[in-house]
């Protein structure tokens, strides 16, 4: 079991950076798949990245591809979203997600584990 607590959200204004940090308990979060997600205002969860156990494989969703970057501590027990160049489009509650049994995919059902979500807002 693995419970994900997320940080590191608030307000920047376009094309300014923020990291999001999702902290994890549990004795099995260094071998768990782990992703970020997140859903605007009025649309579906979208997939933005994964990265397999110990962070040599990543994953990216199209639209955030080279402004966007997943990476995992596992003696911290912590992934990070570093995001950068945000633009208002990006606003969105973001989640970070873990799967025991799955590695590197999009799809939000194969995810076990999520967290409470952080609102990122970015102003024009």
């Known amino acids: 079991q693995v419970q994900l607590v997320e940080s590191g959200g608030g307000s920047v204004q376009a094309g300014g950076s923020l990291r999001l940090s999702c902290a994890a308990s549990g004795r099995t979060f260094s071998s768990t798949g782990m992703a970020w997600f997140r859903q605007g205002p009025g649309k579906e969860r979208e997939f933005l990245a994964t990265i397999n156990w110990n962070g040599s494989g990543t994953r990216y969703a199209d639209s955030v591809k080279g402004r966007f970057t997943i990476s995992r501590d596992n003696a911290k027990n912590t992934v990070y979203l570093q995001m950068n160049m945000l633009q208002p489009e990006d606003t969105a509650v973001y989640y970070c997600?873990?799967?025991?049994?799955?590695?590197?995919?999009?799809?939000?059902?194969?995810?076990?584990?999520w967290g409470q979500g952080t609102q990122v807002t970015v102003s024009s």
């Open positions: 997600a873990g799967s025991s049994r799955y590695v590197l995919t999009q799809r939000s059902a194969l995810y076990d584990y």
